[in-house]
């Protein structure tokens, strides 16, 4: 009887273990995909940390430029504005785009304070310069694992199979935190 069972649900026994292992190997699929995209956040979680450091380090920075320097309001109003523009900022992207106006006018503030004798030799100047060298060395070591994870993730998605079960789960590429336009560009300062 047990032999005869076999024989006659033989096929049916075969396509369901087929369909296990179907639906198994989808899940997996699933599962890489919300694994990857969970690393990204966490590591964009690491970044806006550093960025939140280098924002708590700035007032300290322009109060102290600002004490030797009042006629350089443009740029504190840039850095003000910036700072500002991040912390409305909702997604990724216009985070990336804040962080880069606030290096780009970090970097005017920093060549207008070499120009103040007074100022570079400062102690307190120079020990916040310091801390935001150290700051801006372990964002660009945040953003660097940031756009690691991104890379493998749409590298990921892009190949086949992938390609089609990141469509159906809705998983779509992530975008690299580069340097804006603006950041690139060296700053001048005309007295």
Known sequence: MEQNFWQKNKTWVI?????????????????SFVVQNEGINNQWAQVENQLQRRFELIPNVVNTVKGITQQEK?????????RTRYAGSTTIDEKA?????????????LVIAENYPELKS?????????????TANRITVE????ND???NLNAYIKVFPNSIFAGIFGVGERVYFQVTDEAKINPTVNF
């Open 15 to 31: 396509v369901l273990i087929v369909v296990l292992i179907i639906v198994f190997w989808v899940i997996g699929k699933y599962n």
């Open 74 to 82: 443009d740029v504190f109003g840039a850095l003000a504005e910036a």
């Open 97 to 109: 785009a804040a962080a880069g106006q606030v290096e780009s006018s970090l970097a005017r503030l």
């Open 122 to 134: 400062a102690q307190s100047f120079r020990d916040l310069t310091v801390e935001l060298e150290g």
């Open 143 to 146: 953003r660097q694992k940031y």
């Open 149 to 151: 994870l991104v890379k």
